[in-house]
């Protein structure tokens, strides 16, 4: 007899707890996310120029980096000379130097890599920067 009420007790309680956990469908929202994938080249540069302006430390121009590097695109050189602005700012040579070595990994080919490294030579030059192929080459 305790058995029959015990499994009773069972079969029941999950009606009641599923009942009340579940919210009508018609209540439930899902947030996107993806919340940036409609967004425009355009957009994206003008983000990251304004989110690495306003890095304040290693971490967050690292987590930028991070989070810029990971779409499916090559960042602007805008975008790019913001990065390595910030990298400097906060006092980080390394990771300056690093920004050159993600442009060469996104880029297709070499003339790519090559008319980044000409259009952001002011930059580095400005800032003291070189690429890794320019520390050790000699």
Do not use: W
């Not at 599923?18 to 994938?37: C, E, K, L, Q, Y």
């Not at 304004?50 to 987590?63: H, P, S, T």
């Not at 790519?112 to 930059?123: T, V, W």
């Amino acid at each position: 007899m305790n058995s029959r009420i015990l499994s009773s007790v069972l079969r029941a309680r999950p009606l009641a707890v599923r009942r009340i956990a579940t919210p009508p469908f018609a209540a439930v929202r899902h947030a996107s996310s993806d919340a940036h994938g409609q967004e425009s080249f355009e957009a994206f540069s003008e983000r990251y120029v304004a989110f690495f302006q306003g890095a304040e430390d290693l971490f967050e121009v690292q987590r930028g980096l991070n989070n810029c590097f990971a779409h499916d695109l090559v960042p602007s050189p805008g975008v790019i000379e913001a990065a390595l602005r910030a990298a400097r700012r906060v006092n980080d040579y390394a990771t300056a130097v690093r920004i050159f070595e993600g442009i060469k990994e996104k880029v297709e080919n070499k003339q790519q890599y090559q008319a980044y490294l000409d259009e952001l030579k002011p930059i580095k030059e400005e800032l003291g920067i070189e690429t890794k192929e320019e520390l050790y080459s000699s």
